[in-house]
Every structure is written in C-alpha cells, then in structure tokens.
C-alpha cells in the first residue's frame, strides 16, 4: 500500500469528505432515496440475554465526529468481562427506528425553547416511512404529550405549544419515555432528550432509572450539559452533546447519523453461566492502516439469563 494512498486518506478525513478503504470503509450517512436491501437473517439487538448469544450495537466516529460505515469484522474485538470473545455475527444495522423525544420544558429552559425546537424538527425532518416517535414534556413533572405514533407531524405540532414553567423531574422523564418507547416493535430504540439541567424534582432516582436501563436495549443521547446524563449515555452507548447556542438543528443531524449508522456485534459468551448477573462489555477497533484512532460507543454491559 504506497505512501502516497495513505496520505491521501488522512488529507481527505481533514477535509471533512467521505473516507475509503480498498472502497469499503467510509466517512458517510444512509442514502434514504436508496432501496435498502432486505435483510432477513441479521440477529436483532437484544442486550438482556435470553439465549447464548449477546448482541452489542456499536457506533464509530472519526475524530471530526462523523460516522464510519465499512469496517468489516476483523478490525474489531469484544470483552465480556475482560475475556476476550469470538465475534460470530456481524452485520450493520439497517432498520426503522423508534424514537422518543424527552423534551424539558421547565424555567430554565426559557431562552432556548427556540432552539430545542429547532433540533426536535431536524429529527422529524430525516424520518422515515416505518420510524415511530413519541413526545414526553417535563418541569415539575413528566407528561406524555404524544404517545408512540408513526405520525411526525403530531410531535411538531405538539411543540408548538410548549411553555417554559415549574422545576426539572428529568429522571421521571426519562422512565416514562423508556415505558412509552418499549412498546414499540422496532428493534433500534432510543430516547434523546433535550435538556438544560440536572434532575431536582423526581420521585425516581438515579438507581432506580440506571437499573432500568441497564435492562433495556434503549440508547440514550443528550443534548445537554455533563453530569447526570453523561452517565446514562455512556452506560446505553449513545451519545452527549454539550448545549451550543446556535447549534441544537446540528446536533440533532448528528444524532440521526449515529442512530442509522451502527455496527451489530454478537458473540457466545465463554462464561456461558445463567447467574443474572451484570457482565460488562468492552469494544475496541484496529482501525485499518492509514486511519486515525476511531471513536467507539457500545452498551457498556448485559444482564445474562436465569433459568
């Protein structure tokens, strides 16, 4: 492979342009107007276990945040509980997704209700036919404002009436919108929810949600500050982003990246015990060479089965 190719990759990651990799690894976003490949034997994610084999969804970034589609099975390797594993599926993911929106609507939040808006309609505006969204509001308490529906429209228009009051019951928001995005079938779940603050009115606590999490295959992004939520979207493998004023509509195009552009890892765990306990899963990549070191996400454990 000639000095010349691989300068030329690291030249066009700069730029902010679309990778390549002996054509297969690139920087890059689904094309919606392209027919998807229907594929009817790709496992489905399931983090709690009810079988031998464990499903991680994995999303890996550039260092300039963009999304790297191509990689191939070898340039992975997976940990359960520091044990090395046997990757025996892979494939990426390419289904309709659920999402919930958990959208803070308290005092605080008066100055950028605007823009929380904005990044809430840029989620709606890259929908897709088969996706599923819900609305839950919160200040001084969690509302379903929109139940789980295929109708985009109804969420926009719901938030056009929002209004600024009261305090911030952010853990009470998010088990609702984890009890309302559950029911959905879709296999790729996720809630993002859009705040500026801690929690300080909830009758949940932090154990209480982390424990539920911990059971669900739901990823959690944030657009927020760090703290209470950097925890949940590390522990699911979604994603943090900081509040930038001016920035929520680009952001949310971020998010809507990642969460159509993820890897699916599964394995058969050698420790093939039916405990119920919590094994934590770690994923590292080799990039290929010319690469720069590639940022990973994954769901950071699973609960095995009991019989």
């Known amino acids: 492979?000639?000095?010349?190719?691989?300068?030329?990759?690291?030249?066009?990651?700069?730029?902010?342009?679309?990778?390549?990799?002996?054509?297969?690894?690139?920087?890059?976003?689904?094309?919606?107007?392209?027919?998807?490949?229907?594929?009817?034997?790709?496992?489905?994610?399931n983090l709690r276990v009810d079988t031998n084999l464990v499903l991680i969804p994995v999303s890996v970034n550039s260092p300039l945040n963009q999304p790297v589609?191509?990689?191939?099975?070898?340039?992975?390797?997976?940990?359960?509980d520091k044990v090395q594993q046997t990757i025996t599926t892979f494939s990426m993911e390419n289904e309709p997704i659920a999402m919930g929106l958990v959208f803070d609507t308290s005092s605080s939040m008066g100055g950028l209700l605007h823009e929380s808006r904005s990044a809430a309609t840029e989620f709606l505006r890259?929908?897709?036919?088969?996706?599923?969204?819900?609305?839950?509001?919160?200040?001084?308490?969690?509302?379903?404002?929109?139940?789980?529906?295929?109708?985009?429209?109804?969420?926009?228009h719901?938030?056009?009436?929002?209004?600024?009051?009261?305090?911030?019951?952010?853990?009470?928001?998010?088990?609702?919108?984890?009890?309302?995005?559950?029911?959905?079938?879709?296999?790729?779940?996720?809630?993002?929810?859009i705040t500026d603050g801690d929690d300080n009115n909830s009758r949940y606590s932090y154990a209480e949600v982390r424990n539920v999490l911990r059971e669900s295959d739901v990823l959690i992004y944030a657009i927020g500050?760090?703290?209470?939520?950097?925890?949940?979207?590390?522990?699911?493998?979604?994603?943090?982003?900081?509040?930038t004023a001016g920035h929520f509509a680009d952001i949310a195009a971020k998010i809507g990246a990642d969460l159509r552009n993820r890897y699916l890892?599964?394995?058969?765990?050698?420790?093939?015990?039916?405990?119920?306990?919590y094994h934590r899963v770690e994923v590292k990549v080799n990039p290929p060479?010319?690469?720069?070191?590639?940022?990973?996400?994954?769901?950071?454990?699973?609960?095995?089965?009991?019989?």
């Open 265 to 277: 890892l599964g394995y058969n765990p050698t420790n093939s015990k039916r405990d119920g306990l």
């Open 158 to 193: 719901e938030l056009l009436f929002s209004k600024a009051k009261g305090s911030t019951a952010l853990l009470d928001a998010i088990y609702l919108g984890l009890h309302e995005i559950k029911k959905s079938k879709r296999q790729r779940r996720a809630l993002v929810v």
């Open 289 to 307: 060479r010319g690469l720069p070191q590639l940022k990973v996400h994954w769901r950071q454990g699973y609960y095995a089965p009991t019989d």
């Open 69 to 80: 589609a191509g990689l191939e099975k070898e340039h992975f390797k997976l940990y359960d």
């Open 225 to 243: 500050i760090p703290g209470l939520m950097s925890q949940f979207t590390e522990q699911t493998g979604g994603r943090l982003y900081a509040i």
């Open 1 to 45: 492979m000639s000095t010349w190719r691989r300068a030329s990759w690291v030249a066009a990651l700069s730029l902010c342009v679309p990778l390549a990799f002996r054509a297969q690894v690139a920087l890059e976003t689904r094309d919606k107007s392209r027919p998807q490949e229907k594929q009817e034997d790709t496992p489905r994610p």
């Open 126 to 156: 890259n929908a897709e036919r088969e996706d599923e969204f819900c609305l839950v509001e919160f200040d001084s308490a969690p509302r379903l404002a929109v139940p789980l529906t295929s109708d985009a429209a109804k969420i926009q």
